[in-house]
């Protein structure tokens, strides 16, 4: 797999969003993106759920934390816990997301993105699990400020937290960012094309090209040949040497 990062997949989204609100509007296509985030974490929290029950381990908000999916640079996120015990409160300053958005001026659209995004995941991994959003960045907030409700975030859960995220899950849980971009490709063109039938190729062939604006039609296509596989199923090839 080649190594996109989490910027192509920021912009892959702000592509698609554009191209969906030039085409039926904000009134529509505001609501249309929103679904089609609930979808994409829906699925993501279910392999992260899948992952932690093969291991073993109970699906609970401390589990939630551990089974993460993706990495970025430590100096692309700024976050603080406030409290972590019976629940963590975090607050986000800075993450890549935001930063790559706010650099093209693209926050109208990502903004989308960030209403649905962590509580889709947090449902998809379990549903009786709640997540409390007060405030994101791209929507109007000063911070991203979430509370994970029975994180339990003691030493000692920290420390097995730790212990699951490097040893347990180990790099399997981790998946590289030509997956999770082509995932994203994959799941919003499928809603899109649901609900606007022919209107939606034009959709999503240009927001490929625009995303090959961004990046190259190299990057394009490593997010197009990964079409055929199913993202709600645990991967079956080895990715261990590619995050």
Known sequence: MAHLTEKHHAILFACIAEKVINEIG???GGPLLRRAVLEYG???GKRMAMRALNNGHDLT???YLAYCEWRVPKDAMEIRFLTKNPH???NIFKCPWHSIWEEHNLIKYGKYFCMEIDAALVKGFNPDLEIEIHSTRTNGGGLCDFVFKGARLSLFNALFLLY???IRPGKSAVMPWSYHTAHLYK???VLIKKELGSRADGII???LSCFSSFFSKTDAAEVTK???IDFEKLPEFDVSESV
């Open 26 to 28: 904000e009134k529509n």
């Open 42 to 44: 829906r699925q993501r």
């Open 61 to 63: 908000m401390d589990n």
């Open 226 to 228: 990964l079409q055929d």
């Open 205 to 207: 062939q240009g927001a």
């Open 88 to 90: 963590a409160r975090v």
């Open 187 to 189: 799941t919003m063109g």
């Open 164 to 166: 699951k995220k490097k």
